[in-house]
Structures are given as structure tokens and as C-alpha cells.
């Protein structure tokens, strides 16, 4: 059964940082192709960032050059570094394998302007 816990999300000033982490469990990450999504309201579930199991990243270009994916293998755990927050960024931020095999709670970034 898969588990996936989101944490590191909170209120923040445009142009600050944020790190999320994600902690699995009944899937190993580092095999996984994982990736951070989010839903802004009123919006679907759009995939912002992924890792391979070969450490591969890619990026959406709304995000680009700002976000940086990585993992922790030893602990089991995916992190979304997230530097010069815009508004636009707010939303419920979640991870999962691609493609999804199971969601969390997922975690709430708000960018105050």
C-alpha cells in the first residue's frame, strides 16, 4: 500500500523559499520515477517537476530555473526546493510516482504578494 506524506508547505512573501518533502512508504523512490504536482483552486492537477531513478530532472517552464527536485534515498523521501515564490504558485502541492499510483494530503503553499 502506498504512502505518501507532504509537509513544508506554509504562508510566504513573493521572492521567498520554501522546501517540501514528501516521505514514501510501500514504494522505494529511487527506482521510481517520482514528481511533485499541484492544484491550484479551480484548476487541475498539473505535474511542476520529476526525477528519474537516474536522478533525471525535468521541469514545467512556469517553474523553471526556480524549483529543484531531489532524493533522499536513504530516507525514503522526495524534496521540492522552491525559490522566488510568485502568487501564481499557490496551491496544494502533492507527490506521487508517474505516472500516480496514490496521493497524500498533500501540502498548501500560499504566496502573499
Known amino acids: 500500500q502506498v504512502q505518501l506524506v507532504e509537509s513544508g508547505g506554509g504562508l510566504v512573501q513573493a521572492g521567498g523559499s520554501l522546501r517540501l518533502s514528501c516521505v514514501a512508504s510501500?514504494?522505494?523512490?529511487?527506482?521510481?520515477?517520482m514528481g511533485w504536482y499541484r492544484q491550484a483552486p479551480g484548476k487541475q492537477r498539473e505535474l511542476v517537476a520529476r526525477i528519474t531513478s537516474g536522478r533525471i530532472t525535468n521541469y514545467a517552464d512556469s517553474v523553471k530555473g526556480r524549483f529543484t527536485i531531489s532524493r533522499d534515498n536513504t530516507k525514503n523521501t522526495v524534496y521540492l526546493e522552491m525559490n522566488s515564490l510568485k502568487p501564481e504558485d499557490t496551491a496544494v502541492y502533492y507527490c506521487?510516482?508517474?505516472?500516480?499510483?496514490?496521493w497524500g494530503q498533500g501540502t498548501q503553499v500560499t504566496v502573499s504578494s
Open positions: 510501500g514504494i522505494v523512490v529511487s527506482i521510481n520515477v
Open positions: 506521487s510516482t508517474i505516472p500516480p499510483t496514490g
